[in-house]
């Protein structure tokens, strides 16, 4: 560009000196005796004007030619350079204008870069969901909890319908409601997104300075968590209810019965008033367990912190419950590693652990079974292993067989003594030291529990 310039002011310059030239020549033959005065008067005229218009056309386009420069570099977003000014002419003004405009466009850039990246940075480190849509529907932004929510890419997502990537009717018809009464509404609704999961769905409008449409903002709070405790707190309420209105109500129709004459048969007196000593047995033990369960949960339950060895542990579990598995014809068997070191924890939680598991091995294992205690180190780790040769657990029921209340067979269990609590009970005392409680089973053969415990 700054060579077809000069070359314009050049040959316009050689023009008008030509035309002189011409003229003056022609004026030569009228004039007699100027001829050679007047030729070598136009070649210093024309070459005067050569160098005139070469300086004149450097001046003029060196700053032309720089803001050129700057301007291809502002478009490729480079900053920082700007317009040398030597002169004081209108390409003078022209610059110090570019100048000033090029310091204005880097401070809006600048700072409209600052403000994208907080934005960025406060999606991105939201847990609720956020989706943006225009007056169209269109998805104009979503962060990246919402992509995990929904497994989408967001790269994918942004500039498609909504209606194309959410594919949830009710979420669809609650964003044209929004959008066509243009007021903020607000629903619960269940995604079938990899698993079942819940949200509560806020959507906003906010309208757009450019026309007259709206921007809908849907904000994503996942209540998954919160739905599933609230069905753990019902169904604990269930149970409880159930537990207890169970034995106080063999109690009463028991103590009617005594009442009624019974207490006058010596034999049937003293039948009934054992069973009243064993449903009051199983109330105690049942408002026991829920009492040290509930201190656990609440952290209102002091550890004790002391050294505590597996042996020992295992030697306490073994004499308390051998006799009720000699009764039974039933062998114990104890298999220790001879490098297995101590735990630190709190060792009488930890016998009510090894009392709880040994217990509920012995009672589900027929006559003349067996039950193996087994332990090893690996690593940091030091696992204590009960294994029986019971009637197992289906395999349905491993995953919900330490929660509150859940028995696999809730007659037998009833029968057998249980509250339903001593396995949620062995869980959050082997998480609250730091370890972990696992299962094994298979229908008719038996069940192997696996506590996993840090060693000292």
């Not at 903020?184 to 995604?191: K, L």
């Not at 000699?326 to 104890?334: G, L, N, P, T, Y």
């Not at 330490?402 to 057998?416: G, I, N, W």
Request: with cysteine.
């Amino acid at each position: 560009m700054k060579i077809k310039i000069q070359w314009k002011f050049t040959l316009a310059t050689l023009a008008l000196a030509t035309f002189s030239l011409v003229l003056m020549w022609g004026l030569g033959f009228w004039v007699q005796g100027l001829g050679m005065t007047i030729l070598i008067t136009m070649i210093i005229i024309f070459l005067m004007a050569r160098i005139t218009s070469y300086f004149l056309v450097r001046d003029l386009m060196q700053p032309i030619h720089r803001m050129m420069e700057i301007a291809l570099k502002l478009s490729r977003g480079e900053f920082g350079e700007r317009v040398e000014i030597k002169t004081r002419n209108e390409t003078a003004e022209l610059a110090a204008i570019f100048n000033q405009m090029t310091q204005e466009l880097e401070t809006k850039i600048s700072t409209l870069s600052e403000e994208q990246a907080q934005l960025t940075a406060i999606l991105s480190s939201m847990l609720e969901g956020v989706m943006v849509l225009d007056g169209r529907g269109n998805i104009l932004l979503v962060n990246t909890a919402f992509e995990h929510m929904f497994h989408l890419n967001g790269r994918n997502a942004v500039g498609r319908p909504a209606v194309e990537v959410l594919r949830h009717y009710p979420l669809i018809e609650l964003i044209k409601t929004v959008l066509d009464i243009r007021t903020s509404q607000s629903q619960e609704v269940v995604i079938q997104a990899g698993q079942e999961r819940s949200f509560q769905v806020q959507v906003s409008v906010a309208p757009n300075s450019r026309d007259q449409e709206v921007y809908a903002v849907l904000v994503f709070h996942d209540i998954t968590e919160i739905k599933r405790l609230e069905r753990v707190r019902k169904d604990f309420v269930a149970n409880v209810s159930h537990e207890l209105r169970t034995p106080l109500t063999s109690i009463k129709g028991y103590i009617e019965a005594l009442l009624d004459g019974a207490k006058d048969d010596p034999k049937q007196c003293l039948e009934f008033l054992q069973i009243l000593q064993r449903h009051t047995d199983r109330l105690n033990n049942l408002i026991a367990d829920l009492l040290a369960l509930s201190q656990i949960e609440s952290g209102q339950y002091q550890w004790k912190r002391e050294v505590v060895k597996v042996q020992d542990l295992i030697e306490r579990a073994t004499s308390m419950l051998r006799s009720i598995a000699e009764r039974k014809k039933q062998i114990i068997s104890v298999m220790m590693a001879t490098d297995v070191g101590p735990v630190v924890g709190d060792g009488e939680k930890l016998t009510q652990v090894m009392i709880n598991l040994l217990d509920n091995a012995i009672k589900y294992t027929p006559d003349h079974g067996k039950i193996i205690l087994e332990t090893k180190q690996a690593g940091n780790t030091i696992e204590i292993a009960i294994s029986d040769t019971g009637i197992g657990i289906p395999k349905k029921d491993l995953s919900r067989i330490f929660e509150r209340f859940y028995r696999v067979d809730q007659a037998r269990s009833r029968e057998l003594g249980g509250t339903g609590l001593g396995l949620s009970i062995v869980k959050h005392i082997i998480e609250a030291h730091g370890g972990r409680v696992s299962v094994e089973s298979e229908l008719g053969k038996g069940s192997r529990f696996v506590l996993t415990l840090p060693k000292q």
